[in-house]
């Protein structure tokens, strides 16, 4: 059974840094491109950041400059610093994996995880 669980969400002062974590518990994604994305109530799901198997790294336009993705190896999770945070960056974030960073980057994905929620007061 594959299973991505993100984790590391919390409530925190604008300004603030949280550090997401996304791991897998069935596979090794080692091959897999990794990603981010939000949703917050109301709007439609938003790319955040993906990392391909090799590393590279795309952002969406929102979080350029204060978030920081990364994969230690196809071992460790993958990571998501959150550093700056604002208000409008309170969402359920969520973990995925696809074959393609592309893809991933276009909101496709081949394996879905739950959700971690991320407040951020002002």
């Known amino acids: 059974q594959v299973q991505l669980v993100a984790s590391g969400g919390g409530l925190v002062q604008a300004g603030g840094s949280l550090r997401l974590s996304c791991a897998d518990t069935?596979?090794?994604?080692?091959?897999?491109?990794m990603g981010w994305f939000r949703q917050a109530p109301g709007k439609e799901r938003e790319f955040v950041a993906a990392?391909?198997?090799?590393?590279?790294?795309s952002y969406g336009d929102s979080v350029k400059g204060r978030f920081t993705i990364s994969r230690a190896n196809a071992r460790n999770p993958v990571y998501l610093q959150m550093n700056s945070l604002k208000p409008e960056d309170t969402a359920v974030y969520y973990c995925?994996?696809?074959?393609?960073?592309?893809?991933?980057?276009?909101?496709?994905?081949?394996?879905w995880g739950q959700g971690t929620q991320v407040t951020v007061s002002s």
């Open positions: 069935g596979r090794t994604f080692s091959t897999y491109a």
């Open positions: 990392i391909s198997w090799s590393g590279i790294t």
């Open positions: 995925a994996a696809c074959g393609r960073l592309d893809r991933l980057i276009q909101g496709e994905y081949d394996y």
